[in-house]
């Protein structure tokens, strides 16, 4: 059987290490997850779950969607809930492009965007990513009236750098009417910066903008699949027609609930990760290393292209030491590596294993 055309070109998603070849405590900084783990309220939400494990979930999402909507000042009914955001971000691709047309993307933007692009046969269309930082005149120049698609991550990963609200704004108003802009906020729980915004005000001015957003990283619900996007009316319209009908497990929905709700825990998890990435970032440029500058919960550091002190040596030696760090030559940067905010203890282990590294 021959899959259809675009399916083979997929570079299959490569996850990041997640095991140390030592015996000692091992601390995980590859895939940004919170170090606080789940908050109490969404894990006895979802452990409470387990007594009806054997009906099918609310297939609608219908108190998610309103306690979302009610956290964030949102409408409900234009609020669509994925497995994931990854669930949403594969579909729109689906929905809205196919054999022909082409979907825009950063040049160091997350991996899962050509993944969507090719698996809807439409064409990728990499978008030079000079000083590591989305450049929004770059998309506007690379917009065609085969553009259907316009993926940008803000802030982005792996390179922790964000555009303005300005910059959105622009991106916006130049891109064609029939070009989908969707700004996969995944990390906007972390952002502090000034001139920062989510892109839901965006959402609700705009017939064409789509905000995504997920339960992985500081709510700690990764293990869950669940992640949500703010869409036009037409946009809730498609996708409800095309998702799997119980998309959202029970369990998940459940803990989420509990979750958004509870916003005291995602404040501990913002002040414990300005906290510690300032920290870290600080730590590790005293060591002689570059650090971007990162808004979300991991920072992009450089390594020596050649030498002894290149970032497969640190990731080969961090991992000696118990420290599992991402490698990101799969997003076109093999100098870097990318690591994540974790506990007190996984942070002054990782400085403790870069600066042997570097002695
Ligand atoms: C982690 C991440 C997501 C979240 O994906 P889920 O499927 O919701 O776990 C989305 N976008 C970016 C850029 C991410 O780094």
Not at 170 to 189: K, Q, S
Not at 242 to 256: E, I
Request: include cysteine; aromatic fraction near 8%; charge should be neutral.
């Amino acid at each position: 059987m021959k899959p259809v055309p675009g399916i083979l070109n997929i570079a299959p998603y490569v996850a990041g290490r997640s095991e140390a070849p030592v015996r000692g405590p091992v601390y995980k900084l590859s895939s940004n997850e919170t170090p606080l783990g789940a908050g109490r309220n969404a894990i006895e939400a979802f452990t409470a779950a387990s007594v009806g494990l054997n009906l099918y979930p609310d297939g609608s999402a219908r108190a998610l969607r309103q306690a979302i909507a009610e956290t964030h000042g949102l409408e409900a009914g234009r609020i669509i809930c994925g497995n994931g955001s990854d669930e949403i971000l594969h579909l729109l691709p689906q929905i809205y492009a196919g054999p022909g047309d082409e979907i825009l993307f950063s040049a160091h933007g997350f991996l899962v965007y050509p993944i969507a692009t090719l698996a809807a046969g439409a064409t990728p269309v990499v978008v030079p990513e000079p000083d590591l930082r989305t450049d929004v005149d770059g998309f506007l120049r690379h917009a065609t009236d085969r553009t259907r698609i316009a993926f940008l991550a803000n802030p982005n990963n792996p390179t922790g750098s964000f555009n303005t609200s300005a910059e959105l704004r622009r991106l916006r108003a130049g891109l064609p009417e029939e070009c989908l802009l969707v700004v996969d906020a995944a990390y906007a729980e972390y952002v502090d910066a000034e001139g920062y915004e989510t892109g839901a005000a965006l959402v609700a001015s705009t017939p064409n903008t789509v905000m995504t957003r997920t339960f992985s990283k500081v709510y700690g619900l990764a293990a869950l699949r669940v992640g949500w996007a703010y869409a036009p009316a037409g946009v809730v319209d498609a996708y409800e027609r095309v998702r799997g009908p119980f998309n959202v497990s029970a369990p998940a929905q459940a803990a989420a609930v509990a979750a958004v709700r509870d916003q005291a825990h995602v404040a501990a998890g913002r002040a414990h990760n300005s906290r510690w990435r300032n920290w870290l970032a600080a730590e590790i440029a005293a060591l002689g290393l570059k650090v971007h500058p990162s808004v979300a919960n991991f920072i992009l550091v450089d390594f020596d292209r050649t030498g002894p002190r290149t970032a497969a040596a640190a990731d080969e030696f961090l991992a000696s030491r118990g420290v599992i760090v991402r490698a990101v030559s799969s997003y076109g940067l093999p100098h870097c590596l990318r690591i994540s905010v974790g506990s007190e203890e996984g942070n002054r282990a990782a400085v403790a294993a870069l600066a042997e590294f570097m002695a």
